[in-house]
């Protein structure tokens, strides 16, 4: 069962990182964006969905040697894009309680990437008991912890709570799994996402999630497939891949591979797909990110790359 869904999820990530690079252009900062960015959601969070997407293929190394070419020039790209780390180091001086700037320059840092004065201002602001004290959902504060674990800054007095902010989460309360909604299952996923750091410690879920995600994983993918929320059900394929025991199932893997286009574009949702690149990208660019990301998890952990 493994080399059918490594060969499916392989194809899949293959062609939407190749989408993701020769569309990148679409993604590119306008010209005199500065670290205000009025709209972050437009203009610089795909820059760093991207960038996510192409340090998870360098760190699991199961992809071909072009693959990991064109990933490491997506991180060039993004890199590029964002002053080489000096927008995100003005953004954090201007904005000290924001989370986004450590959590954008993690991906650049997983692979090597580093802004000096960024690092020493990281360590300054992730010590303060103010920015750590930012009221957000709980799993937008595992979002942070699982950053600043990644980029060596959770350590000492700065350590972070996990059972605590666990449990503090929709996920940790082991609730009625039929009382899912849609933005508590992308909450849920990101809960799975952060403690287990995207799929590289797969222990980091504690076992009870483990086993109750487990059970109920294959109803919640079943449920928005149905629907056709392609965005989330590939979410939640790569919550398969995080589990300790994975789970790659290859009906899911079949499904995400026909609903595909030929140039590597993952549809976000059901609906007809805009013949405008520009359109297309806006659009379809974070389905076609998890895509990228759900692929790589799946070949590795089917091949065995984590313990």
């Known amino acids: 069962m493994a080399m059918p869904v490594t060969h499916t999820a392989h194809q899949v990530a293959s062609q939407a ?7 990148r252009g679409h993604g590119a900062l306008p010209p005199g964006t500065t670290a205000e960015l009025a709209e972050p959601n437009t203009v610089y969070k795909p820059l760093g969905e991207t960038a996510l997407a192409a340090s998870l293929v360098l760190r699991e190394a199961v992809a071909s040697t072009e693959e990991l070419a064109i990933a490491r020039e997506l991180l060039d790209f993004t890199w590029e894009q964002l002053g080489e780390g000096s927008m995100l180091h003005e953004r954090l001086l201007r904005y000290p309680m924001m989370s986004d700037p450590l959590e954008t320059y993690v991906h650049f840092a997983r692979s090597g990437y580093h802004h000096n004065g960024l690092d020493r201002l990281l360590e300054h602001t992730t010590s303060l008991r103010s920015a750590r004290a930012v009221e ?3 799993n937008r504060r595992l979002a942070v912890a699982n950053a600043a674990r ?3 800054l959770d350590q000492g007095e700065r350590a972070t709570d996990w059972a605590g902010l666990t449990r503090a989460t929709w996920l940790g309360a082991l609730p009625e799994p039929w009382l ?35 059970h109920w994983l294959p109803v919640w993918t079943d449920i928005w497939a149905e629907i ?45 797909v805009e013949n405008d690149p520009a359109e297309r990208f806006a659009a379809h660019h974070h389905s ?5 990301v759900a692929g790589t998890l799946a070949v590795s952990r089917t091949l065995g790359a984590v313990a």
């Open 17 to 23: 990182l190749t989408w993701l690079y020769t569309q």
């Open 136 to 138: 957000v959902l709980p």
């Open 150 to 152: 990644v980029a060596g």
């Open 180 to 214: 899912i909604d849609w933005m508590t299952a992308y909450s849920m996923t990101h809960t799975v996402f952060h403690l287990t750091d995207w799929a590289g410690t797969p222990s980091g879920l504690p076992a009870d999630l483990t086993a109750y995600v487990t």
């Open 228 to 272: 056709g929320e392609w965005d989330l059900m590939t979410e939640l394929m790569i919550v398969g891949s995080c589990l300790t025991d994975p789970r790659c199932d290859s009906g899911d893997w079949e499904r995400l591979a026909a609903l595909q286009h030929e140039d590597g574009l993952v549809p976000r949702g059901e609906g007809i």
């Open 288 to 292: 076609t990110v998890v895509s990228a």
